[in-house]
C-alpha cells in the first residue's frame, strides 16, 4: 500500500511541469522572433541592392536622387528629402546588366582582375598553411614556440599596420605594379596556418601513432590522415581567405598604380558618379560568387569552427 501511495504525484506537480514546459516555449518564440528580426535586418541590404538592379535609371533617380545628387563642384548636396525606400520596381529592367555585360567590357575585365587576384592566393595560402600547419602540430619547441607566437602577433595586426612595410619590400623586390605584390602577402599570410594548427592540434595522436605502427611515413601521415580529417577546417578557412581578399581595397589602391589593374571592388566606389542603376547591378554580380561560395560550403564552414578533433562516428 505504502509503494501505491509513492507512485501517485504529489498535487500541483503537474502544474508545475506544465508552466515550465510553456515558459520553455514561450522563450523559443521569443528568441526566434528576436533572432529573424535579425535577420530580416541584416538581409535588407542585400534584398534592397539586388530588387533596385532590375529598376530602370529614371525610377532610381527619382527614389533616391537626392541621395547621389553633386553641387556644381562635385561635392556632395546636403539631403533635405526623404529618399523612398523600394524593393519592388515599377516595371523591371534589364538595361542596367546589358550594359554591364556585352555594352561596357570594362565591368567584366575589373570582375576578372578579382578573380585573378583572389583565386591564387586562396590556393596557395592554403597549400602552405597545411603544410606549417602540420609542422606546429606535430612538434614542439621553443623554436617552433617563438614562431608561432610570431604568427599569432601577425594574425592579431590589421593590414593597414603592415601595409607601409609590404610596399618597401615590395619595392625593394621590384614587385610594385605587379600582382606578385598582392599575392606573395596573401599567400604567406597567417590566418589559416593558425586555424589549421589549433585543429590538427586536436587530431588525437593514438590515430597517427597507430599510422605509424603500420608503417606510414609523414608525408602518409600528412596526406591520408590529417588532410581528410581538416577537411571541414580548409573548407572554413577556404569560404573566409576568398571572402576577406574578395573584398580588399587597399592593397589594391597602395600595391597598383595602374588602374587597369584594380579589382572590382576598388572600381565599385567610382560608379556612383556615372550612374547609380549600373551601381546596383554591378555590386549584384559581385555579390554572387561570394554568396554562391558561402551556400554551398556553410555546412563546411560550421563543421570547421565547431569540430573539435577525433574521428566522426
Same mark, same amino acid.
Given at each position: 500500500m505504502s509503494e501505491k501511495?509513492?507512485?501517485i504525484p504529489a498535487r500541483g506537480t503537474g502544474k508545475k511541469n506544465k508552466g515550465k514546459e510553456v515558459w520553455a516555449v514561450t522563450k523559443i518564440a521569443i528568441a526566434t522572433v528576436i533572432a529573424a528580426s535579425?535577420? %530580416?535586418l541584416f538581409l535588407m541590404p542585400i534584398v534592397l541592392t539586388i530588387t533596385n538592379s532590375f529598376m530602370s535609371s529614371s525610377e532610381i533617380s527619382a527614389n533616391y536622387g537626392s541621395v547621389f545628387a553633386v553641387n556644381e563642384n562635385g561635392g556632395k548636396v546636403y539631403i533635405a528629402e526623404k529618399v523612398n525606400l523600394k524593393f519592388i520596381p515599377d516595371m523591371v529592367s534589364f538595361s542596367q546588366?546589358?550594359?554591364v555585360l556585352f555594352k561596357s567590357p570594362e565591368y567584366l575585365l575589373k570582375f576578372w582582375?578579382?578573380? %585573378?587576384?583572389?583565386?591564387? %592566393?586562396?590556393v596557395f595560402q592554403l597549400t602552405v598553411a597545411a603544410l606549417a600547419a602540420y609542422g606546429f602540430a606535430r612538434y614542439s619547441g621553443k623554436i617552433r614556440s617563438i614562431i608561432f607566437f610570431s604568427y599569432v602577433i601577425l594574425m592579431l595586426m590589421p593590414y593597414q599596420v603592415t601595409l607601409v612595410p609590404n610596399y618597401l619590400v615590395a619595392e625593394w623586390l621590384k614587385l610594385l605594379d605587379s600582382y606578385w605584390a598582392i599575392w606573395l602577402p596573401? %599567400?604567406?599570410?597567417?590566418f589559416a596556418v593558425y586555424l589549421l594548427t589549433k585543429f590538427m592540434k586536436r587530431i588525437p595522436y593514438s590515430v597517427i601513432e597507430a599510422a605509424q605502427?603500420?608503417?606510414?611515413?609523414?608525408w602518409q601521415i600528412f596526406r591520408r590522415i590529417c588532410l581528410p580529417l581538416c577537411k571541414g577546417a580548409l573548407c572554413s578557412a577556404a569560404i573566409l581567405v576568398f571572402i576577406d581578399y574578395w573584398n580588399m581595397v587597399e592593397q589594391p589602391l597602395i600595391l597598383l598604380s595602374d588602374a587597369e589593374t584594380h579589382p572590382l571592388s576598388v572600381f565599385l566606389s567610382k560608379i556612383n558618379a556615372g550612374d547609380v542603376g549600373l551601381a546596383f547591378a554591378v555590386a549584384t554580380i559581385y555579390m554572387v560568387p561570394s554568396?554562391?561560395?558561402?551556400l554551398y560550403g556553410e555546412e563546411y564552414l560550421v563543421d570547421g569552427i565547431t569540430y573539435q578533433g577525433g574521428i566522426k562516428g
Open positions: 501511495i509513492s507512485r535579425f535577420a %530580416i546588366y546589358i550594359t582582375n578579382s578573380v %585573378i587576384l583572389a583565386g591564387p %592566393i586562396v596573401g %599567400i604567406f599570410s597567417p605502427i603500420d608503417g606510414a611515413g609523414e554568396l554562391l561560395i558561402f
